[in-house]
Every structure is written in C-alpha cells, then in structure tokens.
C-alpha cells in the first residue's frame, strides 16, 4: 500500500514500519507508507506470551506448525496446505488478531485438538469407575455432560459435568478418566481458540478444537476427552472447511464417550457452507453435544418479522435490540418448520423475562434502558429449524380526560397502549365500548409506567366481554397508561375508550329494583361514595 503527495516546497519523509515512528528523508514529491514485513514460516516456530516481534507483520504458514501463545496481532494470515496454527498444551489464552484478512486453503488449519485438560483433570473431568477387575474410566464433560461408564451400578462411573459459557466460550476442554494410563489413558480434552478478524476469514481447511480419543490395554479402557472452545469473531466468513470441537471416542464399548466443545461465531456475514460440529462421542454411554452459538450482528427491528435457521440441535441464535425503560413488548413466533425452537429473552443486570418459551409471550414493561437479547433455541435431538419471530412495541397514543378515543381490534392477542394525564386528585372512570359483538377484551390501567396483564394498579370487571370499565376511587394526579389487550377477537371492528373525572361517580347500585309500599337498604358504590341509605320506599 502507499500514499502518494506531491508538495511544493516542503520535504517528505517515508515511514519505515508500521509499528516503528522512526522517518527517513527522501527527495521531495513523494510520500510513501511502507507495506507491512511480510515473514514466511517454513520450520516450526513458537511465539510466545509477550513477545510482539511477529505482530503487526503478514505472516505465511508453509509445511510448519506455528505455536501461538497468548495475545497477537498480525496484518494478515494465511495457513498453505499442510501449515498449522495452534497453541501450547494445557494453556489458555490463545487470542490470534487479524487486522485484514485470515486465508486458510485446504489442507491447512488452526488446530489445538488434544491441547485441553489431560486425564482426569478439569471442571468436567471424567473418573475411573472399577467393573470388577476391570477399570472402566468415564468421558469429560464441557459442552454437555461426560458419558458414564460401564453401569453405575456395577462399579462404573459418572461421567463429567457441563461448565463454561455458551456466549463466551474460552475454557479448555476436559480429560476422561481412568485409573492410570497403564490401564488405557483417558482422552485430553480440546483447546481453545479465539480469532478475531477484522476482514474476510476464507476457510476452505479447518478450525479444530476436538477432543482426544481414549486407549484400551487387557480390557481396561479409558473416557473420551471432551471438545474445547472455538470463539470467532469475523466481519466475513466464507469457504467449506470444518469447524469441529467433537468429543473424543473410546477403544472399548464399556467406557464414556467425551462431550462436544462450544463453538461462537460473531459474523457480518456468514457465507460458510463447511461443517459446523459439536458432537459428544459414542460409548458405554454417549458423551452429550455441545453448544453452538451463532451471533446475530444486525440488531432487530422491533415489529419487524425475523427470519433464522438452526441448523442443528445444537444451534443457538442470539438477536439483539436496545430500548428504554418503561417500553412494552412481547414476542409472537410468526411461524416455525418444527416444534422444537424455543426462545429466551434476557435484559441487563440479569433480569430475565422468560426461558425456553414455545409460545407467544406475555407483556413485559422492560425495567431498564439498554440491550435486550433474544436467544433462539433448537431443542430436537436432530434436524435444522428455520423459524420467524417479532418483537412487537405497544405503542403510546396521547388521549385527553373527559374526550372518546376511536381505534380498532384488528385480531387476538394485539396490545394498544393509551396515555392520559391527570392534574388534580379525583375520581375517575375509564369505559370500554366494543361496537362489534362476540370479542373479549381485558383493559388494565396503572400510574406512572405502562401496565401489564400481570403487573397494574386497577383493571377491567368482566370476564369474557367485550364492554369493560374500570372506576379509580381517586386517581393521583400524574400520567396514567391505560392497556388494551384483546383475548379474543371473533368479530373485527371499532371502539370507543373514554377516562372520564367527576366529583363523584355511581358505578353500581344494589338493589337494582324494589316493590313499592316497603322500605328497603340500598347500597351504592362509586368514586367517593359508598353510601347506605335507610328508608327509601
């Protein structure tokens, strides 16, 4: 790359390294930025922790493997076939940055498959179980749990647990078990790898994080080490290659098969075609799948139908959207291949709205201003699911006391949300007309902020109607937010809403009627009035 000035009078200086601030002079007319030092790897090197001689250069992978530990940034890589990037044993903090773009051709790879946890080490570690003479180890947990061995029952055993984050994938994977490696040493778990790309990432070889396999020796066997982490960050990801953190396999049918790794991919656009795999291994039991999550870039349009594709059941979609305190909304699945997607809604500070929902939602008055997630789930023990969703905002219309408000029920389940401004404490009434028939229709009112189904201050007297009212016996001066929600709408059509304000309001009276020539009790309730009044004929 160069920048060429053409000046006058004054003199230019060309630049000499990217990293480096050191100029020399040169003839004047011409100022020129220096490409950054391309190094070609042909014999296996290692990069350590800290050591920044690499950063900043292009780098080429030729028939060598290239140990990266730690934090890096290069300007571009690319990984020829039979090249490999990968990272030290047992240690964490793999975290390779490109500023351009990442080329990995076929038959090259980023791999750190069996540089996890070893045997019987890690969170999710998997243990020796003892069928009678037999040492039957169990398989390492992750993504998901360990598969156990021989029955638990007879002296086999439990295999290790899920850990880690889905959104966040980072940790080694974990060792199988097994009482020693004399007795079939239990596989090492996978590595973890996190690539940041600022370009294009064009994968046509692999990304690999799998778990290592288990040996046997005289009947003995050992677990399957269990898949590591894969966290991908791209502006572009494209090509056929493989992205794997499988679990490791066993030698013996009566020992655990590992679990799958987590995979994250953080993309602008994702037009990879490869496989994508989180697969826990066959055994005695199976090593359980893991997690794949894949990042939704552009954030969600509220009341805008959105389209995904989980393409397996492992798959997960994050969708993101921002919004303020006080908002209202609710999610609709417009529609889905299978029964199986499910959804999760989560907000900041931890609040949670629901988890693992497969239905329509209900209201929710969104607690605090910021980014609000929708997780989209596959929970099939096999196949994709391509689904549709919104998140549909009540809108606020302004009406005025004492002044009828016209709208329409277009179908079940739609929400409008109303505001008025009270300046004076008074009772108040609030009336619902439906003009159609056959409809049912819920009002609810609060102070302040918008009500809910679940969450309000005064709401609706009839059950199973279309026609509602609602008296506030003294409304507090302020904004008041009046929801109209419709259950159920047999009919389509107009109504009318009203708050009214008066000195006092009757809203029942009991009895309604009476003989004449006796005296009877008369009840009425209204807005500052309960009255019981004796002797009426």
């Known amino acids: 790359m160069s920048l060429i000035f053409t000046p006058d009078t004054w003199t230019s200086c060309r630049l000499l390294g990217v990293v480096s601030t050191v100029f020399a002079c040169l003839a004047p007319s011409s100022f020129l930025l220096a490409a950054p030092p391309v190094t070609t790897f042909t014999e296996d090197t290692s990069i350590d922790a800290g050591d920044t001689t690499y ?152 990304i690999t994080t799998d778990g290592g396999d288990a040996a046997q020796n005289s009947g003995h066997c050992g677990g399957g080490g269990s898949g590591g982490s894969i966290y991908l960050i791209a502006g572009i990801l494209s090509g056929v290659g493989q992205i794997s953190a499988d679990g490791g396999t066993v030698a013996d049918s009566g020992c655990g098969g590992g679990s799958g790794g ?57 969708w993101r959207f921002s919004a ?52 989209a789930r596959n929970t099939a023990t096999g196949g994709s699911a391509i689904y549709s969703f919104q998140i549909l905002e009540t809108s606020v219309s302004g009406m005025s006391v004492n002044s ?57 007297d009839r059950s199973a109607s279309g026609d509602q009212t609602i008296l506030i016996p003294l409304a507090t001066p302020g904004d008041w937010y009046i929801l109209v929600f419709a259950e159920t709408v047999r009919n389509p059509g107009a109504f009318n809403l009203k708050m009214e304000t008066a000195d006092i309001f009757v809203h029942k009276v009991s009895p309604g009627y009476h003989g004449t020539g006796a005296d009877t009790v008369m009840t009425v309730w209204g807005g500052r009035v309960r009255l019981i009044h004796p002797g009426i004929a």
């Open 55 to 206: 950063d900043g250069h292009d780098l080429v992978i030729q028939g060598a493997t290239l140990t990266v530990d730690g934090q890096h940034f290069f300007n571009t890589v690319h990984v020829s076939p039979g090249g490999m990037i990968t990272h030290t044993a047992g240690r964490e903090g793999f975290d390779l940055g490109v500023t351009g773009d990442l080329i990995i051709d076929a038959g090259g790879k980023i791999s750190a498959d069996i540089k996890g946890y070893g045997e019987n080490l890690a969170p999710g570690a998997g243990v020796w179980g003892r069928a009678g003479a037999l040492f039957k180890g169990s398989g390492g947990g992750y993504g998901g749990k360990g598969g156990d061995s021989t029955p638990v029952s007879s002296g086999g055993s439990i295999g290790g647990a899920g850990y880690g984050s889905i959104m966040a994938p980072m940790a080694l994977g974990s060792g199988g078990g097994n009482w020693s490696v004399s007795y079939g040493a239990g596989g090492v778990g996978g590595g973890a790898l996190r690539i940041t790309v600022g370009g294009t990432l064009a994968l046509d070889g692999e």
């Open 404 to 460: 009828a408000v016209s709208g329409s029920l277009a179908g079940s389940g739609q929400a409008q949300l109303f505001r008025v401004e009270i300046d004076d404490p008074t009772p108040a009434r609030i009336t619902f007309d439906d003009l159609s028939t056959g409809n049912t229709v819920e009002v609810y009112a609060r102070l302040g902020s918008a009500p809910t189904r679940g969450d309000y201050d005064h709401r609706f």
């Open 262 to 318: 987590r995979i994250l991919l953080d993309l602008e656009d994702d037009q990879h075609t490869g496989l994508l795999s989180v697969m826990g291994a066959a055994g005695y039991e199976a090593g359980a799948d893991g997690s794949i999550v894949h990042l939704n870039r552009g954030r969600l349009t509220l009341n805008k139908p959105q389209i995904g594709n989980l393409g397996s059941h492992c798959g997960v979609e994050v």
């Open 324 to 375: 303020l305190a006080g908002q209202q909304i609710r999610l609709k699945e417009v529609s889905s291949s299978n029964s199986s997607v499910v959804f999760d809604l989560w907000g900041p500070n931890g609040w949670r709205a629901f988890d693992s929902l497969a239905a329509d939602s209900s209201l929710y008055s969104l607690t605090e201003s910021g980014t609000y997630t929708v997780v």
